[in-house]
């Protein structure tokens, strides 16, 4: 069964205090990876979707990168408003999404 | 309307209770899906309707039980739920990722389900 693990559980970092979020899978065949921010009491709200080894997509201050065994969500000079739990996704043969417990992120000024 | 929108947003419940949750994507998918969120847990995949047809029901007990009269609309009706069927209730939609596509699903906001 396909597995998605993320890292750290949780993170407290400074205002402008840069930060790395990693996420590892094992997949037979990634049909694509995603990432999502979820906000206390909120539903996910998608942020990328990665699908080879090599890519890497940029929105704002984040910027998530995908190797053949993980992904790595990086926030530059993150803002308090930047806090949220951050989910990492990856797509199964049909219709299901196996999703990782999420990284909960507080930026604090 | 934009995106998917759930009805409530809050839900108290006794054990003896029936109750409906409601979900409506604004998207034009063609795919639409109810999770479980349970707190230090991942998300859990309960049910996906595609073209309004059930294509997933993952070993989920028949006190939980889905209706999707069309493609935009898909219900959650309720009854003689226990306690720890206390959670966040989520919908999504997607494109039905056929022929190897990919999967982008969409959340609406959740029902903060509660019952006692």
């Known amino acids: 069964e396909d597995q998605v693990t993320q890292s750290p559980e949780a993170l407290r970092l400074q205002e402008g205090e840069s930060s790395s979020l990693n996420c590892s899978y094992t997949?037979?065949?990634?049909?694509?990876l995603f990432w999502y921010r979820q906000d206390p009491g909120k539903g996910p709200e998608f942020l990328f979707t990665l699908y080879s080894a090599g890519e890497e997509k940029e929105k704002e201050r984040l910027k998530a990168t995908l190797t053949k065994k993980e992904s790595f969500l990086h926030i530059t000079a993150p803002k308090p408003e930047d806090s949220a739990t951050y989910l990492c996704?990856?797509?199964?043969?049909?219709?299901?999404?196996?999703f990782g417990k999420g990284t909960s992120l507080l930026v604090t000024p | 309307e934009t995106g998917v929108t759930q009805t409530p947003r809050h839900l108290v419940m006794g054990m003896t209770n029936k109750k409906s949750l409601k979900c409506e994507q604004h998207?034009?998918?063609?795919?639409m899906y109810w999770y479980k969120q349970s707190a230090k847990k991942p998300l859990e995949l309960m049910f996906v309707?595609?073209?309004?047809?059930?294509?997933e029901n993952n070993s989920v007990p028949s006190r939980f039980s889905p209706e999707c009269p069309n493609s935009s609309h898909l219900f959650l009706h309720l009854h003689t739920l226990q306690p720890e069927d206390s959670a966040l209730y989520l919908c999504a939609s997607s494109q039905a990722p056929l022929a190897g596509g990919n999967n982008e699903q969409f959340f609406g906001p959740g029902t903060r389900l509660t019952v006692l």
């Open positions: 996704a990856v797509q199964e043969p049909g219709y299901a999404l196996n």
């Open positions: 998207l034009g998918h063609n795919a």
């Open positions: 309707y595609s073209l309004e047809e059930r294509v």
């Open positions: 997949v037979s065949g990634l049909r694509g």
